[in-house]
């Protein structure tokens, strides 16, 4: 494991590089939270060159006291790409990190081997949504990782209000049903939020695959480690028609249906 610092404009971004295989990119839930998915890389590492980061203004990563919005983040992203010589790689993101990988991927699609949504919210701002989130919130809850870094709140708050201006796009229905990317969304079956908007996204892609993980929470890798590990690894099995430069692993791959 190699850590290293990276430079971007006035920022300076922690970012962390492990394992050997295909090059992903892990991208951690918030926004405004630093990266907490290094469970999720150790499952991957084996067959995998996994980079992760803590985002602008979170955990190790420098801090001006702004806000950011999703154009910074996604450049941010695309950066940390070019910085480690990476031609293309497979993006990897956790609740709000599935949100901007999918921006990521709209955006940068020519620097993608393919993307996984582990838990994500969807495009949208929808009411119901809400209102069974928080209801299930205070009548089951879910355990929480323990945190290492202060939330940063600032962040948080402009990302998502960003992220309302970024799903309002006249043309963004459009551009996603015409995404050519080998996709994986991942659900879990006792996830307190509702699953409605990533089976809308799973459905509109092209070639898209969704897989609900039974008895699993949003931290699926807390309570569901081997079936998280088996879905995304045979997913890049499956995937190798579309990264012919890179090899990987003799593992069966049964547990997914591709639409």
């Not at 405004?32 to 955990?59: I, K, T």
């Not at 070639?207 to 079936?227: C, D, M, R, T």
Request: one cysteine or more; hydrophobic letters at 35%.
């Amino acid at each position: 494991m190699s850590e290293r610092y990276i430079n971007i404009g006035n920022k300076s971004l922690w970012t962390v590089k492990s394992g050997k295989g295909i090059p992903v990119v892990l991208l951690s839930g918030g926004p405004g939270m630093y990266n907490n998915l290094m469970p999720l890389s150790h499952l991957l590492e084996d067959v995998c060159e996994v980079v992760m980061f803590d985002p602008a203004g979170c955990g190790r990563s420098s801090y001006d006291g702004n806000g950011y919005d999703i154009e910074a983040s996604l450049q941010d992203i695309e950066a940390i790409r070019k910085e480690y010589g990476i031609s293309k790689w497979l993006v990897i993101g956790h609740s709000w990190g599935a949100d901007l990988g999918f921006a990521y991927s709209l955006k940068y699609p020519d620097s993608l081997l393919g993307y996984v949504s582990i838990s994500g919210t969807g495009i949208q701002n929808d009411r119901d949504w809400k209102k069974e989130y928080k209801y299930n919130k205070e009548a089951i809850g879910e355990p929480l990782q323990e945190l290492k870094y202060e939330h940063n709140k600032v962040v948080h708050r402009s990302l998502i209000n960003s992220w309302r201006d970024f799903i309002k796009q006249p043309e963004l229905l459009k551009e996603i049903s015409q995404l050519e990317l080998p996709s994986l969304f991942i659900y879990a079956e006792k996830d307190i939020r509702p699953s409605w908007p990533i089976e809308q996204l799973a459905n509109l892609i092209p070639g898209s695959a969704y897989i609900n993980i039974k008895e699993a929470e949003h931290y699926i890798w807390l309570n569901k480690k081997q079936e998280l590990t088996s879905v995304i690894k045979s997913f890049l099995k499956e995937g190798l028609k579309y990264m012919k430069h890179y090899k990987c692993m003799n593992e069966p791959h049964s547990c997914i249906q591709y639409r």
